[in-house]
């Protein structure tokens, strides 16, 4: 599933982001190149992001 179309991230890109220690969705995308455009997938990535900081946190 795309999170960031104006980026074109997907879901899986994020959480590969989140799982390497990211903790906001700002830094994500700039490991990943870029910066939210728009900003609308911000609170979705940064759900993505507290998701796989909580699992790995168990």
């Given at each position: 599933m795309y999170v960031c179309i104006c980026n074109g991230y997907r879901e899986s890109q994020i959480r590969a982001i989140a799982r390497s220690g990211v903790k906001s969705a700002h830094e994500a995308y700039e490991l990943l190149g870029d910066i939210p455009d728009c900003g609308t997938c911000l609170d979705l990535a940064q759900e993505i992001i507290?998701?796989?900081?909580?699992?790995?946190?168990?």
């Open positions: 507290d998701e796989e900081q909580m699992a790995k946190a168990s």
